[in-house]
C-alpha cells in the first residue's frame, strides 16, 4: 500500500479529571475507545505513548506473521528479567530460541503424562488437609489465595516431585510474590523506586532471592549426585540437549529456567480457577450441568487420569469460556524494530504496542452477547466457527504459551476434584472488581463459604 495512504491510530489521552479512576482500572475507557476508533489507538501514558489494539489481524501480525519484526517491551526485559532472571519468558531472540527448542520437548505429551499423576496427588492432598476442614466448619475463605497456594504447590511439585522442604517452598513463594509487588509497584508508581532502594526494600528482595536461589541450586545438585530419575520438570530440564552441540543447560540456566516457570506457572492458572469459581457460583445451572457431566466421566468418587482429560469435555467448555471473559494474561506487549504497516495502518518503528486480549474476546463483531457467560460457545462445532486471534488466552506465534496444556490439564483436575466435593457460596455484598495489571486479578479477592456437596 501507498506510505501515503497509510492510516494513523487515533491519538486518545487520559482526560486528567478521571486519571485515578481511569488508571486503576483502564479497560472499559479502552474498550471505549477502541470501539469509537476503529479497534486501534495511540494512548498518551505519561510522558510516553503505546499503541493499543482488539483487532485479530493486527494482533496476529504482530505475534505471528511479521514476529521477527517484534520484541517484548522494557517492562519484560528489563524489570521482570532483573528481578527473576532470564528465563523463557523474559530472553529474546537466538537465545530464546536455543533455550525454546531444549524445553519444548519437557512439555509433550508423555511428558504430561508422568505429571499428571503428581499433579493428581498433589490436589487431593491438598483438599484432604486443607479445603476438607474449611467444609466442615463452612468457613468463608478468600479463594483466590487458595487458589493462588494450590497452583504454587502443583508446580512446584511438577517441577521438584521429591522435594523441597515446605519451609523451602515458601521461601521461593515470597521470593516470586515479593519480584511481582516489586514490578506492580514500578509499573504503577516509578518515582518510588528509589525510595525502595533507600528503604531497603530493594536490598531485602536481593536476599530473598538469594536465598530461594540457594534452594534451588541444592535441589538441583542433589539430583544430579543421587542420579534419581523422578519424572518431573527437572528432569526435564536436566536431561535438554542443545541440538547444534549436544551440550546439556549449565546449573544457573537449570536455576534461572525453573525460577521462571514458578513464576510464569500459578498465577495465571489460579486466577483463571478464582474466576471460574466466581461464574459457577452465579450460573447454577452450567454449575449443576458441570457436575452431572464430570460425574458420568469420572462417578462420584474416582479421581481422574490424563486419559481422561479427552473426555472431560464440558469441563474444558467451562475452562475456555472461563478464559474468554477473564483472560488472565489480558494484554500481551510488543515492540516494534522496523517500521511496519497492517491492515491499513502504519507503525513506526520503536512504538510499544499492546494487544488486548480482553478487547478480542469481548468483542461485539466475533461474540455474540459478549458478556453472556456460555460454554456453549467452546463445543467443537462452536470453535470450528472462530475466526483466527479472536481467542488467544495463551497468546499465539512463536512465543505461545508452552504451558497451555499443562495448565488446561491441571485446571481441568482441581476443577474435577472440587466440584464433586463443594459448594461455594458468595459472601453477598462484597465488591468484585477486576484490577488489570500484568493479570487479571480481583481487586478484593473473592469471599466464599465452602459447603460440602
Ligand atoms: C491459565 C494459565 C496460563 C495462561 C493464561 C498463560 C498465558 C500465557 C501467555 C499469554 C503467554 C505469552 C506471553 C507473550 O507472548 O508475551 C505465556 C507464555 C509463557 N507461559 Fe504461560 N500461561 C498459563 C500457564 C502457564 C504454565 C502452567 C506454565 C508453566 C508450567 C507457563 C509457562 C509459560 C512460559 C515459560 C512462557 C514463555 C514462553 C516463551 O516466550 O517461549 N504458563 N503464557
Redesign the pocket.
Given at each position: 500500500m501507498q506510505k501515503d495512504t497509510l492510516k494513523k491510530a487515533k491519538r486518545v489521552y487520559i482526560p486528567p479529571k478521571n486519571f485515578l479512576k481511569i488508571t486503576n482500572n483502564p479497560l472499559p475507557f479502552f474498550m471505549k475507545k477502541l470501539k469509537e476508533n476503529e479497534g486501534f489507538i495511540d494512548i498518551g501514558l505519561a510522558l510516553t505513548h503505546a499503541y493499543i489494539t482488539n483487532r485479530p489481524n493486527i494482533i496476529r501480525h504482530v505475534?505471528q506473521k511479521n514476529n521477527k519484526n517484534y520484541r517484548?517491551t522494557d517492562v519484560?526485559r528489563e524489570v521482570l528479567a532483573k528481578d527473576v532472571g532470564k528465563?523463557?519468558?523474559t530472553?529474546e531472540g537466538d537465545y530464546?530460541l536455543q533455550?525454546?527448542r531444549a524445553?519444548q520437548p519437557g512439555?509433550h505429551r508423555k511428558r504430561l503424562e508422568a505429571i499428571s499423576k503428581i499433579m493428581i496427588k498433589e490436589i487431593r492432598s491438598f483438599l484432604d488437609e486443607e479445603f476438607d476442614k474449611y467444609a466442615d466448619t463452612e468457613e468463608v475463605i478468600d479463594i483466590s489465595k487458595e487458589m493462588m497456594h494450590l497452583?504454587f504447590k502443583i508446580?512446584s511439585k511438577?517441577l521438584f516431585s521429591n522435594g523441597p522442604k515446605e519451609e523451602d517452598l515458601e521461601l521461593i513463594d515470597k521470593t516470586v510474590s515479593s519480584a511481582q509487588e516489586y514490578i506492580v509497584m514500578t509499573l504503577r508508581r516509578p518515582y518510588l523506586k528509589p525510595w525502595y532502594w533507600l528503604n531497603g526494600r530493594s536490598a531485602e528482595h536481593e536476599a530473598l532471592k538469594n536465598a530461594s536461589d540457594k534452594v534451588i541450586f541444592d535441589a538441583i545438585d542433589e539430583r544430579i549426585e543421587t542420579k534419581e530419575r523422578h519424572d518431573d520438570?527437572l528432569d526435564m530440564l536436566l536431561e535438554t540437549r542443545y541440538e547444534e552441540t549436544g551440550e546439556g543447560m549449565s546449573r544457573q540456566q537449570i536455576k534461572d529456567?525453573a525460577l521462571?516457570?514458578y513464576v510464569?506457572?500459578?498465577e495465571?492458572?489460579a486466577?483463571?480457577m478464582t474466576w471460574m469459581w466466581y461464574l459457577l457460583s452465579t450460573h447454577k445451572d452450567i454449575e449443576d450441568k458441570l457436575l452431572q457431566s464430570v460425574e458420568e466421566v469420572l462417578g462420584k468418587d474416582n479421581p481422574p487420569s490424563f486419559a481422561d482429560t479427552r473426555n472431560l469435555t464440558y469441563a474444558m467448555q467451562v475452562i475456555e469460556e472461563t478464559?474468554r471473559l477473564y483472560?488472565?494474561?489480558w494484554m500481551?506487549?510488543?515492540h516494534s524494530l522496523e517500521e511496519d504497516e497492517v491492515d491499513g495502518f502504519v507503525i513506526e518503528k520503536d512504538k510499544d504496542i499492546l494487544l488486548s486480549?480482553y478487547g478480542v474476546h469481548h468483542h461485539p463483531d466475533y461474540w455474540e452477547e459478549p458478556e453472556k457467560f456460555d460454554p456453549e460457545r467452546f463445543t467443537p462445532e462452536n470453535k470450528k466457527k472462530q475466526e483466527p486471534y479472536t481467542y488467544?488466552?495463551?497468546?499465539?506465534?512463536?512465543?505461545?504459551?508452552?504451558?497451555?496444556n499443562?495448565?488446561?490439564m491441571?485446571?481441568q483436575f482441581i476443577l474435577a476434584e472440587m466440584v464433586r466435593r463443594y459448594r461455594f457460596e458468595l459472601v453477598p455484598n462484597q465488591k468484585i472488581e477486576m484490577n488489570p495489571l500484568i493479570t487479571l486479578r480481583p481487586r478484593y479477592g473473592l469471599k466464599v463459604k465452602v459447603k460440602r456437596r
Open positions: 505475534l517484548k519484560v528465563g523463557l519468558l530472553s530464546w533455550q525454546r524445553i512439555f497452583a508446580v511438577a520438570l529456567e521462571i516457570l510464569a506457572g500459578h495465571t492458572t486466577l483463571a478464559m483472560p488472565p494474561a500481551i506487549d510488543r486480549i488467544l488466552p495463551f497468546g499465539g506465534g512463536p512465543r505461545l504459551c508452552i504451558g497451555n499443562f495448565a488446561l491441571e485446571m
